[in-house]
């Protein structure tokens, strides 16, 4: 049985283990005949119990069926986008809590997932908020989760990680350091995006490939927050959020 809950993924030899499994079963044909869109509405709770409560986002919650599922009963390929992740919950809770960072601006939300730190910045007043997110069957869960919250965003799978656009003012990682490898690629890419212009906010709970990276000695923890009880159980070891803003020394 593979519980796909974010808790797992802190685990590293798990997270390898889970990784493999994922690149084995990149199909969904099987649920063929159905959107993606009934499917996330047929497989996730709305939910506001987290650490965001303005905000109601569709998630596999341990009231749905799929939170014990057996791998050959899971509709997609691998669902990050159907938990909120701590590192998203401080981020979107930051963002809430503090408009003014993204009021008037363009964000863009990297590895969005549920899509609650986009919508977070819309409701705080951002001009245009993008969620990107390679997974297209998050974009899908996304767009219904800011028509719930009656928000307008765009979406984005393209890969945008690397690359940089004029119009971005603040780039938005929550939780996105979540294996070293990918941690080594966000790592050198937000120098870059400093050095554009840009302004980089992280939220991370304390992740293993987040704290002995080398980028942390360039960042500024701006914000600390308890992580909610269920959040608490899923993440094992882990009590609090962060979030971060990367601040290069001279
Ligand atoms: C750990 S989840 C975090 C989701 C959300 N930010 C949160 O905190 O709840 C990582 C997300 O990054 C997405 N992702 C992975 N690689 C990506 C890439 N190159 N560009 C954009 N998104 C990516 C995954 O599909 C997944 O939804």
Redesign the pocket.
């Known amino acids: 049985m593979i519980r796909l809950i974010?808790g797992q993924?802190i685990n590293y030899s798990k997270l390898i283990i889970h990784q493999v499994y994922c690149l084995q079963r990149r199909q969904v044909a099987k649920f063929s005949g159905q959107t993606y869109t009934e499917l996330i509405k047929e497989n996730t709770l709305e939910t506001r119990d987290h650490l965001t409560p303005e905000i109601s986002l569709r998630l596999i919650t341990p009231r749905s069926r799929l939170w014990t599922a057996r791998e050959h009963q899971l509709p997609f390929p691998?669902p990050?986008?159907a938990?909120?992740?701590?590192?998203?919950?401080i981020?979107t809770r930051y963002l809430l809590d503090h408009p003014s960072v993204v009021n008037g601006k363009c964000i863009v939300?990297?590895?969005?997932?549920?899509g609650?730190?986009a919508i977070a910045a819309k409701i705080s007043g951002a001009s245009k908020v993008t969620a990107?997110?390679?997974?297209k069957v998050?974009v899908e869960a996304i767009a219904l989760n800011a028509e719930i919250n009656q928000v307008d965003l765009n979406t984005s799978t393209e890969?945008?990680?690397g690359k940089c656009q004029d119009e971005w003012d603040v780039v938005l990682l929550?939780?996105?350091f979540?294996d070293d490898n990918?941690a080594d690629v966000i790592g050198s890419w937000v120098p870059e995006l400093s050095e554009r212009g840009k302004t980089i906010l992280i939220?991370d709970p304390g992740r293993y490939s987040f704290e002995r990276h080398p980028l942390k000695n360039n960042l500024c923890r701006i914000y600390k927050h308890k992580l909610p009880e269920n959040c608490l159980k899923e993440n094992n070891g882990m009590t609090h959020g962060f979030v971060w803003k990367y601040c290069p020394r001279e």
């Open positions: 974010p993924l691998d990050f986008w938990f909120y992740w701590p590192g998203g919950q981020l939300d990297i590895g969005s997932g549920c609650a730190s990107n997110d390679t997974d998050a890969n945008l990680i929550g939780d996105m979540y990918f939220g």
